[in-house]
Each structure stands twice: as C-alpha cells, then as structure tokens.
C-alpha cells in the first residue's frame, strides 16, 4: 500500500548563495540571501511564508532571530538542531505539517560565516562528560575512532579513504560553483598532514562560508508554480547517541535505519536511486552511508569507491557538487546535498549532469555520527 505522505509535498523553491568566501557578511546575512533567491525561485513572496524550519549552531534562537530579521508572520514554527542533518529532519517536519494543513508555504533556511569570521571549523560550547578528559580534537578524533575500527574489521585502507576524496575533486572539476578545484593526486593526499589517526588533512572537509534555502508546499499547488517540483517521495530519521563513546557500533550508522524508513515510504529501493547526495564531513562518513543506506555491502565499502563506482563516469554518481570535500562546507553543510539533488532532478548541472535522473536521494549527518536522515526526492514522472 503506498504511504499516505508520498508525494503529498515537493521542493519548489532553492536558494543558494554560493559565496563560499564572504568577508563582511554575517549569518544571517548569507541566510536571507538564500531565502530571497529561493522566493524568487519559485515566484513567491515573504507574505507566502507561513512555516519557518531553521538550525544554526553559532546563535541561540534562530527561529526568533529569522523570523524577526524576515518579517515573517508563522503559523508554525520548527527549530529543532541535531547538526548538519537538521535541515533534513525539518524536511519531515514539514511534509507532516504542509499536509495536516498547519501551514501552506514551508521555509527551511541556513547561513553561516564560518570561514570568513574564523577560517576554521567552530564547535559549539558543549564538551561531553566522558570524553573531555581525554582532551580529543572534536569532532575529527570521532570520526577518526569510525575509520580506525572500519579499518580494523574489514581491511579498508587510507588509499580507499583518498578514494573518496578524489572523487568528490573529480566532480568539483565539472562544477564552476566548486570553491576547491583543480588537479589532486592519491599521492598528494596520502602525504596530507595527520591530524587524527588515520584522519588527515586531505580527509576533512572544507571550511567555508554560504547559505541555503528550500521552500516546500503541498504537491496541488506546487504543480501551478514556475519550476519542477521535487515531489517528496520517502524521508527517514535516526538519532543514535550524543558522544562517539555510546555509539552502538563504530561501524554502522543509524542511516541504516532512516534509510530504511525513507525507502519504505518512497516504496523504493537502493537499485532505484539514479543519484546519491551523502554527507561527507570526512572521508569515511562517505564510505559509511553508502554501505548503510544499502548501496554496497557492510564492509565492502572501500573497494567499491576504488573502483571508480562514485567518480564521474561511474556507476553511481555520488556527490555531485563537489561534496563538503570539495565544493563547501559551511558548518552545517546537509541542507547543500538537497540543494544539488533538486539541481539534478531539473537538470541545470550542465557538465556533471546525471543524465536521466529522475529520483535522488540526499542523506545528512548531524554531531559525531549521532543524527542521521534521509529523504528520496522524484520528479512528476515518479509519482
């Protein structure tokens, strides 16, 4: 029996800043940008917005603070953060409330200035109890213990990790958007500085600034405005732990399970995505989902990517942007990948084009592997 919720909602509007270096403009200043540009995108108006979806981890009530700073007027409100995946999590949350009738036009929006007001990744003022004292580099000492016990389990190799990360280049080269491009080598990565073993430089994503936006409504109206509609097909959401040291299994994240929920709902599998958008902070988080949201076996992740399958040209296009590996990263980067999904189902990626996409999946990743969701995204023909 089809899921009551699919296709009942759709991405019609995206903004995207791109201004990945941006001296003298503040958060909020790339966020409303993003809005604006998403507005604009599907032919609406601030009055239209009656639903505000928002997370930052550098300001205490981002919801208030847009709201105001917009001039919103909200009949429903979400400002839930679970990091980088939250954006994917209010994508849920406003499916459920667009189709309950809690709102009409739904909002969910970013902004940060993480390189240009620091030039490096800012963490939030939240040490954990048990692992302070042991004085990790947070977050990378996290995702550092994942790739170490992957390793350790099934024989995956730093060659494998800079795998994943000459791919996300090799895509970046295809998108003039990208901020890192140009040529790069394995060797060149495997002589990155160590910053946690086995994480090196060359393992961690960028840090950069931007801003993102998304406006959602129900699929009968989305259908009359100007853009194809990215229908809603399957979302799914896991929360697994807060500190690395209570995470169940260092090698399997709870997308397993928000996978699994979003393809349920989509009534649809892993053999049917043309196109995968998956958070990629580190290398391994790459290789991670990928076994985890079903595309290949656990543990056979590293010679799936070595084999090419995730570079351009492969048989699964994976991160086409360039990745928070290679195109940006601006603190909390999952709201980019349903950026770039939406982009691939209309068709604008002119070089990195998938060719035939018609459903995608974005997959975003919130604290040390703590938060996970997962949405499935279609064009009309899906429906």
Excluded at 253 to 273: N, V
Excluded at 280 to 293: N, S, Y
Aim: with cysteine.
């Amino acid at each position: 029996m089809t899921h009551p919720l699919r296709g009942r909602a759709a991405i019609v509007g995206i903004g995207n800043t791109k201004r990945w270096n941006a001296p003298g403009r503040s958060a909020f200043d790339q966020l409303q940008e993003a809005v604006i540009l998403a507005l604009e995108d599907c032919g609406l108006t601030l009055k239209d917005v009656d639903g505000l979806f928002c997370a930052m981890s550098s300001y205490g009530f981002p919801v208030l603070n847009t709201a105001e700073r917009l001039g919103l007027s909200l009949r429903y409100a979400d400002g839930t953060m679970v990091g980088g995946a939250s954006f994917l999590f209010h994508i849920q949350s406003a499916v459920n409330a667009l189709d309950s009738g809690l709102c009409d036009v739904a909002l969910i929006c970013y902004g940060s200035n993480q390189l240009s007001a620091g030039g490096r990744l800012v963490s939030m003022a939240d040490p954990q109890p048990y692992e302070a004292p042991y004085k990790p580099r947070y977050p990378i000492s996290s995702y550092a213990l994942a790739a170490a016990r992957h390793m350790h389990d099934f024989g995956t190799t730093r060659e494998n990790l800079a795998d994943v990360a000459l791919a996300a280049r090799a895509w970046a080269n295809l998108n003039p958007d990208a901020f890192a491009r140009g040529p790069l080598t394995r060797d060149e990565l495997l002589s990155s500085r160590m910053v946690s073993d086995p994480i090196s430089r060359a393992d961690c994503c960028l840090v950069t600034d931007g801003g993102g936006a998304l406006v959602l409504t129900r699929a009968d109206r989305a259908r009359d405005l100007p853009k194809p509609p990215a229908y809603i097909l399957g979302t799914g959401t896991a929360v697994s732990h807060r500190q690395i040291m209570a995470m169940p299994d260092l090698t399997t994240t709870a997308a397993a399970q928000s996978g699994q929920r979003a393809y349920a709902m989509a009534g649809l599998g892993p053999s049917d995505i043309d196109h995968v958008m998956v958070y990629d902070a580190f290398t391994i988080t790459t290789l991670l989902f990928l076994e985890d949201l079903g595309f290949c076996p656990k543990g056979e992740g590293g010679p799936f990517i070595s084999s090419g399958a995730i570079a351009p040209g492969g048989s699964l296009p994976v991160n086409t942007n360039g990745g928070g590996l290679s195109c940006n990263h601006p603190g909390m980067y999952g709201l980019f990948t349903v950026i770039e999904a939406v982009e691939q189902l209309r068709g604008n990626c002119g070089e990195r084009q998938v060719q035939g996409a018609e459903v995608a999946l974005a997959h975003g990743n919130g604290g040390v592997l703590s938060s996970q969701a997962t949405a499935i995204l279609g064009t009309q023909a899906t429906l």
